[in-house]
């Protein structure tokens, strides 16, 4: 579905994927794992598929009248899923709403039945199985008031199965296991199996017009980095990470209790019990699939209600501590924590939102780290604070940064910290203190053994002796940077060559 399909680029976790696969162990070969982590990550393309094929399928039969109802429904829902991906706003909002949905709430636990059982089984799973999964919003972590539900019939799930949700289910054979023909005992598979989509007239209509949208989105480097940013954004969202650690949850019980390959469903306890890319992006398609059925189900006042509103992004206080707590929860790890934090932290400064990157780092020095990564969330705190002008509270987070990098005895972090305190006491109108501070950075750094920490020192003070309007210190600092220079920094050597001569005409 176009920008959609590109919501989960990026992951906040890029290393716990690493450390959780060589604790797991099971028969499966390495190639069997990376296929069944492959039918999930390509699980959003062949919703994709699907959805094109209904309508070009629409839009190609039918009277005119019915015709333009389809194109228009086709371009609300674009509009919808293009929107809810590079508005953060509307994508808080949407996910909150989601969450809240009393009948999507009850269909949770089959749409999650169904999709696991498809990647244990992919033969599909049958909807007598399925029949008590919604009877109850108990033990989901969805409770509401109005938890106890009478329990589907087989017809009520096929029919949210066709009428709900028919581009992530579909039959895999008419056949039943004892040979008859009775489609309403067929089995249902989902997009996230390795079962081969039934073709349609309008398949080769629907790939070809992906593979186009898919070009057209790439070439878009602005959308592009807007949903990078989302993506990590989403990560610090409390009612996102609520409802990926319920997920989880649920995902562990009810693997626990389908039947079928007993190794496919090890591997997926496992794979599942940590943040681990695969989860999450199989996390992010199940929303992303509610949130479209979510807006589908509204009236049409209230679709153009969303369409047409604006979406300002609001975080406090509130949010970051309990997106803090969350996450450590999640992963197990403040490390972990901490990445997640700081990549919000970096979205919101994309969007040009430095308080809310201020609250997210002020978070990060809450949590249990060693002294070098706590010495640096001060220094990120310090750095934010000195590009809005706050440069007596920038002395305040240098300190204290200062006093962690030395704790953990690092002369090259050390030497930057020294810098930026520089340029704190530079911001007061303390000039005299603020070069004692640039020298003495510049003395660690001509005792520092590798070459590509001592130009990184030079290349930081002539930054910011240039953000001060002090050329002939930045000029020296930039002949120090060219007459050491490592070879890994080579695309850096035309930006220094330009400065130089543009300070030597």
Same mark, same amino acid.
């Given at each position: 579905m176009g920008l959609e399909s590109n919501e989960t680029i990026t992951t906040p976790f890029p290393f716990f994927w690493e450390k959780h696969s060589l604790e797991t162990r099971h028969l499966l070969t390495e190639s069997d794992k990376d296929q /069944?982590? %492959?039918? /999930? /990550?390509?699980?959003?393309? %062949?919703?994709?598929?699907?959805?094109?094929?209904? /309508?070009?399928?629409?839009? =190609?039969?039918?009277?005119? *009248?019915?015709?333009?109802?389809?194109?228009?429904?086709?371009? $609300?829902?674009?509009?919808? +899923?293009? =929107?809810?991906? +590079?508005? #953060?706003? +509307?994508?808080?909002?949407?996910? =909150? %709403?989601?969450?809240?949905? #009393?009948? +999507? =709430? *009850?269909?949770? #636990?089959?749409?999650?039945?169904?999709?696991l059982t498809s990647l244990i089984r992919p033969e599909g799973v049958l909807t007598d199985e399925l029949t008590s999964a919604g009877s109850s919003t108990k033990g989901t972590g969805h409770d509401d008031d109005d938890s106890e539900k009478t329990a589907y019939t087989r017809r009520h799930i096929q029919r949210i199965f066709h009428e709900h949700f028919p581009e992530t289910f579909f039959k895999t054979n008419s056949k039943t296991a004892d040979g008859s023909e009775d489609e309403r005992l067929a089995p249902y598979s989902s997009v996230f199996s390795s079962s081969e989509l039934p073709r349609t007239s309008t398949t080769s209509l629907a790939q070809n017009y992906m593979a186009f949208d898919a070009k057209k989105a790439i070439s878009d480097s602005d959308a592009i980095r807007r949903i990078r940013l989302d993506a990590d954004l989403k990560y610090v969202y409390p009612a996102y990470? $609520?409802?990926? *650690?319920?997920?989880?949850?649920?995902?562990?019980?009810?693997?626990? *209790?389908? $039947?079928? $390959?007993?190794?496919r469903t090890e591997f997926l306890i496992s794979e599942f019990s940590s943040l681990t890319p695969s989860f999450l992006v199989f996390h992010a398609h199940f929303n992303s699939i509610l949130s479209l059925e979510w807006f589908r189900t509204r009236r049409s006042q209230v679709k153009e209600r969303v369409l047409k509103g604006i979406y300002p992004l609001k975080y406090s206080v509130a949010d970051g501590a309990r997106a803090r707590e969350l996450l450590v929860d999640l992963t197990q790890s403040d490390e972990f924590a901490k990445f997640a934090l700081e990549s919000g932290a970096m979205a919101f400064l994309n969007f040009g939102l430095p308080h809310f990157t201020l609250l997210l780092y002020k978070e990060c020095v809450k949590l249990h780290l060693p002294p070098l990564s706590l010495g640096s969330s001060h220094e990120n705190i310090a750095i934010v604070l000195r590009d809005m002008g706050k440069h007596k509270l920038m002395i305040r987070s240098m300190n204290d940064a200062l006093r962690c990098l030395r704790e953990a005895g690092d002369p090259y972090r050390i030497s930057v910290a020294l810098k930026n305190l520089g340029e704190a006491e530079w911001g007061l109108g303390f000039t005299k203190k603020a070069c004692d501070y640039f020298d003495e950075a510049e003395s660690i750094g001509d005792k520092l053994l590798e070459i590509t920490q001592r130009f990184r020192v030079y290349w930081n003070l002539a930054v910011a002796n240039r953000r001060l309007g002090r050329k002939e210190a930045e000029l020296r600092y930039l002949k120090k940077c060219l007459s050491d220079f490592p070879d890994e920094y080579g695309d850096r050597i035309l930006e220094l060559e330009n400065r130089f001569d543009e300070l030597t005409r």
């Open positions: /069944i982590r %492959k039918e /999930i /990550i390509s699980g959003f393309d %062949k919703q994709s598929v699907r959805y094109y094929e209904g /309508i070009f399928a629409r839009l =190609k039969s039918g009277s005119l *009248r019915q015709r333009q109802r389809a194109f228009n429904v086709l371009y $609300d829902e674009q509009s919808f +899923l293009s =929107k809810r991906v +590079l508005v #953060p706003g +509307l994508f808080r909002f949407v996910a =909150k %709403k989601v969450l809240s949905d #009393p009948v +999507l =709430k *009850r269909q949770r #636990p089959v749409l999650i039945q169904a999709c990470l $609520d409802d990926l *650690r319920q997920f989880k949850n649920a995902c562990s019980r009810t693997l626990r *209790r389908i $039947d079928g $390959d007993e190794e």
